[in-house]
């Protein structure tokens, strides 16, 4: 581990990089590939090229070996056949490592195959580690450095990628930063003459800032080479594989893409299953997945529970469970019972839990933990409402719902800094008796603003301020008070903002407390970004998918016994409670 670990830091952490074929040339990829370098990049940058003196205000050398300084990195932007001569430079300078963005090798025929073989044979005599051919370049949050053909804007965040497609990678890339995560390191791999894709994922394995791994793949090199390195990475974290080939028109695309043979896919499937690599279908699944293990621990097994505020999506819901293996079990007598008291008489009576229309918001609220608290429910998929699906901000247009003053039963309350004040007072010295007993008197109001009824809104209050994390929301939300009622007309929109987050916090405490997924769906077919709030999935197939996704690992980590603690995964949990307190 130690040698992978030597061979590629150069390639991650470099000092310094040269960029040969950097031009002013804005119509060239040199002018852009520089100029994206140059985007954060804090080392020592170096142009190459024959016929410029300067390129963006920064000196250039007509070759490598003209650079005063040691070079640690060299990006190649020069035709194909100029490579094997100057990668022969760049080891007599002692370059450690490459990319080349240059196309025009294998994936040409027989002699782009014959000049790919000059180059590998040039840099391993130098001791070189390169990526590509034929590659759209890489990213390295450790360093800042963007090496990509172009600009390409990049998030640090805790997954890392490697991937053959240059344009899958890109918009798998662009896709995070939508969702509010990101990449510690990211690698369009291209042809991959020299590292490959399994040399990546080892490293990648060993990385303490890498939380899940993810892989495009057209064709490997060598398929137990991959399984023996990838099964030692699968034991510490997740892998996640999006491999086409399916048909014989896509196997003839990937071998004119990148010079791959597709391979037979069932046995790229064993392949994957001996190594504990999850499968994917499409980039939007591998992301979608790779979020899902972010943000939640591994499921004990596959019986779910769903709470639904539309039945329609209920149906649909548990008809995904089970085409994903999913059980959507039964619910226990005494379960129904709890739920006939809180719920009106129209309700389900079953899994899935659908109140049926009812208004009372704040016990559909209280539903998850009445179902995580089972034994034998293992994951529950919570079809949501506010941050959860994004409810608040499609309602929140309608001007005749929500502009207008809030009831003058709150606006009218006298001494609301001082109730406010004594509240926080309470909820800091931890005393919940008497936080429950100054909050007692506005119950009734808040619960005519939230469709919920005064005894349903005290247990809700109740179970807040059991538990550390919601009892802070909580106490921001109070503090939040005169400010809400100084807004007038839009105050209810900022109620229903403050709501929301603490129904998120509510979500992350019950995963922590019962060690099991959550998985929020929307009912807008939209999926919010993750900005410290639980993602949601914008269909209730896509919650199936990813589901079944956690429990499939789960069991091969209990068939290879590398199972630990199932809450280890959750990144997010763990790290971003800080936007909900």
Not at 59 to 70: F, L, Q, S, T
Not at 104 to 116: D, V
Not at 161 to 175: I, K, R, T
């Amino acid at each position: 581990m130690e040698n992978i670990n030597q061979e590629l830091d150069p390639l991650f952490n470099p000092r310094s990089v040269a960029v040969i074929g950097a031009t002013k040339n804005w119509n060239k990829w040199g002018y852009s590939t520089f100029l994206s370098v140059l985007q954060g990049f804090k080392g020592n940058v170096y142009p190459i090229n024959r016929n410029e003196k300067k390129v963006l205000g920064y000196v250039a050398y007509k070759k490598i070996g003209d650079v005063p300084e040691d070079v640690d990195l060299a990006i190649f932007v020069i035709p194909a056949e100029n490579i094997p001569e100057v990668m022969e430079e760049c080891a007599e300078k002692g370059v450690k490592a490459a990319v080349i963005i240059s196309a025009g090798f294998r994936e040409t025929g027989a002699e782009g195959r014959e000049l790919e073989d000059r180059v590998v044979e040039a840099a391993r005599k130098g001791g070189i580690r390169f990526v590509g051919p034929n590659c759209m370049g890489m990213w390295s949050a450790s360093s800042d450095l963007r090496a990509y053909m172009f600009p390409l804007p990049t998030n640090p965040g805790p997954i890392a990628f490697v991937s053959q497609g240059g344009n899958v990678g890109a918009a798998v890339v662009m896709a995070a930063i939508n969702r509010g995560t990101g990449f510690h390191r990211y690698v369009s791999c291209g042809a991959t003459a020299d590292i490959q894709i399994e040399d990546y994922i080892e490293y990648f394995a060993e990385d303490p800032n890498v939380k899940v791994i993810l892989t495009y793949i057209e064709g490997l090199n060598d398929g137990t080479r991959f399984i023996e390195k990838v099964s030692k990475a699968t034991i510490k974290k997740p892998v996640i594989a999006l491999k086409p080939g399916k048909t014989e028109a896509c196997a003839h695309a990937i071998l004119s893409h990148s010079g791959a043979i597709a391979g037979v896919d069932d046995l790229y499937d064993e392949a994957f299953k001996k190594a504990g690599v999850i499968r994917a279908d499409s980039p939007e699944e591998l992301l979608d997945i790779a979020v899902c293990f972010l943000t939640q621990p591994l499921p004990p097994g596959r019986n779910v529970a769903i709470i639904t505020g539309g039945g329609s999506y209920g149906v649909l819901c548990a008809e995904y469970c089970e085409s994903n293996d999913l059980n959507v079990i039964d619910l226990p007598e005494e379960t129904i019972s709890a739920f006939n008291e809180i719920f009106p008489p129209r309700w389900s009576h079953g899994n899935p839990v659908d109140p049926a229309g009812d208004r009372n918001f704040i016990a559909y609220y209280m539903a998850p933990e009445m179902v995580l608290k089972l034994n034998e429910i293992d994951a529950l998929i919570f079809m949501g409402f506010g941050s959860i699906s994004g409810i608040t901000n499609v309602i929140a247009g309608d001007d005749s719902m929500f502009f207008r003053p809030l009831p003058p039963s709150l606006t009218s309350l006298e001494g609301v800094d001082d109730v406010v004040h004594r509240i926080i007072e309470a909820i800091d010295s931890g005393d919940i008796e008497k936080t429950e007993s100054l909050i007692n008197p506005i119950v009734p109001i808040v619960a005519s603003l939230l469709g919920s009824d005064p005894d349903t809104m005290s247990k809700f209050i109740s179970m807040i301020l059991s538990r550390d994390i919601t009892r802070s929301m909580l106490k921001k939300i109070v503090s939040d008070v005169p400010d809400l009622l100084m807004r007038g007309a839009s105050a209810m929109i900022g109620v229903l903002e403050e709501f929301d987050k603490l129904v998120s916090s509510l979500l992350f405490t019950l995963m922590k407390v019962y060690g099991k997924p959550i998985i929020s769906t929307t009912f807008t077919e939209t999926a919010p970004s993750l900005h410290g709030a639980a993602h949601a999935f914008p269909t209730a197939e896509k919650a199936a998918v990813v589901l079944s996704k956690l429990v499939e690992y789960r069991e091969y980590l209990e068939r290879v016994d590398a199972f630990e603690d199932p809450r280890k995964y959750c990144f997010i949990l763990n790290n971003q409670l800080d936007y909900l307190i």
